[in-house]
Nanobody
Framework: QVQLVESGGGLVQAGGSLRLSCAAS?????????MGWFRQAPGKEREFVAA???????YYTDSVQGRFTISRDNAKNTVYLQMNSLKPEDTAVYYC?????????????????WGQGTQVTVSS
């Protein structure tokens, strides 16, 4: 079994920055798996934010391109989401997810493991 634990959320003013972390533990070959970040705002469906293949290819949703950066440290079994120039519309619960394969996708249903989520609130 794999556990994912996010941290780093909080309250920040518009234009500020946060770095989210997601640590994986349990029986995992972390470096072999694709990782993704998703978010869910109140009253909305969960949406894709960023994905990172085990081989390093990266995808972002258009609304965060140029502001967010996904990265990973395989030695620490951790994936990060650096969020800069935050906007009120970025307010959501952010989830990390692990896909049991090297190719991370934009499709939430393809991910096998999920963290509990961390709240990000951006004030205007």
């Amino acid at each position: 079994q794999v556990q994912l634990v996010e941290s780093g959320g909080g309250l920040v003013q518009a234009g500020g920055s946060l770095r989210l972390s997601c640590a994986a533990s349990g029986r995992t070959s972390f470096s072999s798996y694709g990782m993704g970040w998703f978010r869910q705002a109140p009253g909305k469906e969960r949406e894709f934010v960023a994905a990172l293949w085990s081989g390093g290819r990266i995808y972002y949703t258009d609304s965060v391109q140029g502001r967010f950066t996904i990265s990973r440290d395989n030695a620490k079994n951790t994936v990060y989401l650096q969020m800069n120039s935050l906007k009120p519309e970025d307010t959501a619960v952010y989830y990390c997810a692990m896909k049991l394969g090297p190719i991370a996708t934009r499709i939430a249903n393809e991910y096998a493991y999920w963290g509990q989520g961390t709240q990000v609130t951006v004030s205007s």
